[in-house]
């Protein structure tokens, strides 16, 4: 999960397979118009049950790399599946 900071767009893949694909064509296109673009690919990462009982606890450090990952890109694009005609849950 590691990003330069300096990548102005982070293309972010909820799930692999055809998402996966699809967020490495965004990247690819970022890049031919001159752009620094990366693939953060989710399902790499051990993401844990958002709980109360887990907010409670604090932010694990999983979490923490990822947070700044995401802050430190100007730029997002998110691929992920349909879940039920709306937004996945991840």
Not at 38 to 61: E, H, K, M, S, W
């Amino acid at each position: 999960m590691s990003t330069p900071t300096s990548t102005d767009v982070l293309v972010i893949a909820a799930s692999n397979g055809h998402n996966l694909q699809l967020a490495e064509r965004f990247a690819a296109a970022a890049r031919q118009q001159g752009q620094s673009a990366a693939v953060l690919d989710l399902t790499t990462i051990n993401l844990p049950l958002f709980t109360p009982r887990a907010q409670v606890a604090g932010t694990p450090p999983v979490l923490a790399a990822l947070e700044a990952q995401l802050a430190a890109a100007p730029r997002w694009v998110i691929c992920s599946p349909e879940y039920n005609g709306s937004i996945p849950p991840v």
